[in-house]
C-alpha cells in the first residue's frame, strides 16, 4: 500500500534551520505532485509548499518564501522541505501529501503521511 513517511522534524530556536524529508513507497512516485502541508493546534491544516512531478515548478505559501524550500528526488523516492530562518509561527505539525495530477494548494491530496512536529521556541 501507499505510504509516505515524514522525518526530520525536532525543536529548533527562532533563526534556525531544520530539514524534512519524506519517504514514499508503494507508488509510481514520479507521476505524483508532492505537497507540504501543516497544522499548529487549534488551526486548520495549512498548505505550505508543492512541487510538481518533475521538480521544475514549485508553489509556496506566502509567508514562508524565500525561507521555506520543496525538492524532490524521484530516483530516491524522497521529497524535501528545506527550512530557515525559522520562527515560532512555523510551529506546527507537518505532513507531506501525494496527488496524481498538478499539485493543489489546497488539502484534496490522493495520500498523507502521519506528519512530524515541528517546534520553534523563542
Known amino acids: 500500500q501507499v505510504q509516505l513517511v515524514e522525518s526530520g522534524g525536532g525543536l529548533v530556536q527562532t533563526g534556525g534551520s531544520l530539514s524534512l524529508s519524506c519517504a514514499a513507497s508503494g507508488l509510481a512516485f514520479s507521476r505524483y505532485s508532492m505537497g507540504w502541508f501543516r497544522q499548529a493546534p487549534g488551526k486548520e491544516r495549512e498548505f505550505v509548499a508543492a512541487?510538481?512531478?518533475?521538480?521544475?515548478?514549485?508553489y509556496s505559501e506566502d509567508s514562508v518564501k524565500g525561507r521555506l524550500t520543496i525538492s524532490r528526488d524521484n530516483a530516491k523516492n524522497m521529497v524535501y522541505l528545506q527550512m530557515n530562518s525559522l520562527k515560532p509561527e512555523d510551529t506546527a505539525l507537518y505532513f507531506c501529501a501525494a496527488n496524481l495530477g498538478p499539485p493543489p494548494t489546497t488539502t484534496k491530496y490522493n495520500y498523507w503521511g502521519q506528519g512530524t512536529q515541528v517546534t520553534v521556541s523563542s
Open positions: 512541487i510538481g512531478w518533475s521538480g521544475s515548478k514549485t
